[in-house]
Nanobody, 124 residues
Framework: QVQLVESGGGLVQAGGSLRLSCAASGGTFSGYAMGWFRQAPGKEREFVATINRSGTSTVYANSVKGRFTISRDNAKNTVYLQMNSLYIEDTAVYYC?????????????????WGQGTQVTVSS
């Protein structure tokens, strides 16, 4: 059983930056593709970014491409999401996801494990 704990959320002004972290425990971290999803009030959970097991390949949602960067440190069992040039519409609860069934976790249905989420609020 894998446990995921996100941190790093908060309140930031539009145009600012935040870095989210997701610490994993209870499994072999390097065996899992990792991803970030987000859910705004009244909306479905949506894909943000994913990274493969070795950290050599990434996929991004079009809405964050060029602004967000996903990375991982397999020695620290942690995946990161660097968010730059934040927009008000980036406001959401951000969730970390993990799976060992597919190479990338681009859909919520592909994730086997979820963190509890961390709130990101972007103000004008």
């Amino acid at each position: 059983q894998v446990q995921l704990v996100e941190s790093g959320g908060g309140l930031v002004q539009a145009g600012g930056s935040l870095r989210l972290s997701c610490a994993a425990s209870g499994g072999t971290f390097s065996g899992y593709a990792m991803g970030w999803f987000r859910q705004a009030p009244g909306k479905e959970r949506e894909f943000v970014a994913t990274i493969n097991r070795s950290g050599t390949s990434t996929v991004y949602a079009n809405s964050v491409k060029g602004r967000f960067t996903i990375s991982r440190d397999n020695a620290k069992n942690t995946v990161y999401l660097q968010m730059n040039s934040l927009y008000i519409e980036d406001t959401a609860v951000y969730y970390c996801a993990a799976t060992n069934r597919v190479a990338f976790v681009t859909s919520a249905k592909d994730s086997d494990y979820w963190g509890q989420g961390t709130q990101v609020t972007v103000s004008s």
